[in-house]
């Protein structure tokens, strides 16, 4: 064997090596490796959305769902190393590890982003209706000044979100079911193949995945300002005091994704019933 042969079989050797070492490290690293590499893995989620689009917009439906969904599970585990990296201690938290090993944890995590995602829109939509002229803000402020109407209204409002929810949850709950069935032949009810994946079933999933990913962007977007690192350090505190890790692990530690899923509808369930 030449030398040149023998160098970079020894060189791939090391590569092989290091890459075995780090594997499963990416939950372990310090807070300051946490602010060199989050941006990398929120690179590594764009690009995977954008196979994703590819894929799709070629007409493989079956495999560009289960690209989509590995798209969004990395936005997660992004967004958590960077706030850790920020000074938060997410990844300290028993039960969070689940975040980077286990897909249905996130699929219960991508849940509750769309629900955020549609409260957020929703309220932004009435801010920019109600400064678009005069005559909106003037209705907006006479609606607010108006408490038990507003209450009713607010109180009409969070019942109807609550049972819009529950419609999305069957979505989420067979989400792993759908990306490995975009990658796999199965037999579930006769002979499934990804080709069999229609554009409407693909269609639904990136609608879904398109507004998870805005809500988690913009939130990164927001942390990552430079003018924002004193009220980032108030909200450290505030978590601290009020024991919200030690909640956390509590509803996260030893508890099936299926039960997360159960949970999540319980608390839907009594939000339905909401009144002030």
Known sequence: MEKSQLLAGQATSMQQKEFSAAKGRLFNISPLDCQKVYPKVFANADRTFLAAELLKTNGFYG????VATASLEEYIKAIILQLDGLGFEFRNTKGISRFFTEHTIRHVMAGILLGVY??????????????????QFALFVLRMSNLERFT?????????????????????????DSRQLGFYCEYPDGLHTPDG??????????EKVEKIRTVI?????????KDQQQQIGEMIAILKENHFYQ???EQLSGVKSDALFERFKSFLDRTENFSI
């Open 247 to 249: 909640q956390l692990s």
């Open 152 to 176: 009713e209204d607010l109180q009409g409002y969070i019942r109807a979100k609550a049972t819009e929810m529950k419609t999305e949850l069957p979505f989420f709950l067979r989400m792993e």
């Open 118 to 135: 549609a409260l957020g829109k929703d309220i932004v939509d009435a801010l920019q209706k109600a400064f678009s002229d005069p005559v």
């Open 217 to 225: 962007i913009q939130f990164s977007q927001a942390m990552a300002q």
């Open 63 to 66: 495999q560009a769902i289960p």
């Open 197 to 206: 994946v229609s554009a409407s079933e693909c269609t639904e999933t990136f």
